[in-house]
């Protein structure tokens, strides 16, 4: 069964969920809204979608420095300051650090990116479709399957975490608001590379940061 943005809509308001999980929920019950709410509440996630509404305003401000090349600055904020000192969250923090470092994402999630830029990406990605000789009446789902994998490409919480790909950030940090009880959020994050803006010998520091990870 076709899962609809409708559909979607209407799962996360019942539970709250982030529009990922729902639409995983919905897929994983064919379009059934009952079993996917049933789902959900398994995972836990309906639980963590409650949470999600309070306020985070504490946290920690992390930085990373790979090799002198490249510099990462992240804050994630907590509801108190008693998890911000947890070990736990320390370490969450620490690896949101290194996922900005290997993986460059530009927007915390797809709500920051600038619709028109989409728009655009759309238009471009639909006249290679169509220069490639893609039938047209598949093109436009062939754009929206790209559109999704620019999403991950750009936005940290669809990445597959550096540490473990089977899973994403957004995954991680639900799984850390579950496990914490509280409310977690990525707030913000910069990124350095050293002669990021100036043209020079092509080299991959992210890559490099990324395969260091692996190796750990």
Do not use: W
Request: net charge negative.
């Amino acid at each position: 069964m076709s899962i609809t943005a409708a559909m979607v809509k209407e799962l996360r308001e019942k539970t709250g969920a982030g529009m990922m999980d729902c639409k995983k929920a919905l897929t994983e019950t064919d379009g059934n809204m009952d079993k996917a709410v049933e789902v959900l509440r398994e995972k836990g996630l309906a639980a963590v979608a409650k949470k999600a509404g309070r306020i985070a305003a504490e946290g920690l401000v992390e930085a990373y420095i790979h090799g002198g090349r490249i510099g990462v600055l992240v804050e994630v904020n907590s509801e108190t300051d008693f998890v911000a000192k947890n070990q736990e969250f320390k370490d969450f923090v620490k690896d949101v650090a290194l996922q900005v470092a290997a993986a460059n994402p530009q927007y915390v999630s797809r709500d920051q990116v600038d619709q028109e830029m989409i728009e655009k990406e759309k238009e471009i990605l639909k006249k290679q479709a169509l220069n490639e000789g893609k039938p047209e009446k598949i093109v436009d789902k062939m754009v929206e399957g790209r559109i999704e994998k620019f999403y991950k490409e750009i936005c940290l919480l669809e990445q597959p975490f550096v540490k473990n790909p089977d899973i994403t950030i957004g995954e991680l940090l639900t799984e850390k608001i579950s496990k914490i009880g509280e409310n977690i959020t990525i707030r913000r994050f910069t990124r350095y590379e050293v002669g990021e803006g100036i043209e020079k010998k092509e080299e991959n520091f992210a890559e490099e940061v990324a395969k260091q990870i692996g190796n750990k």
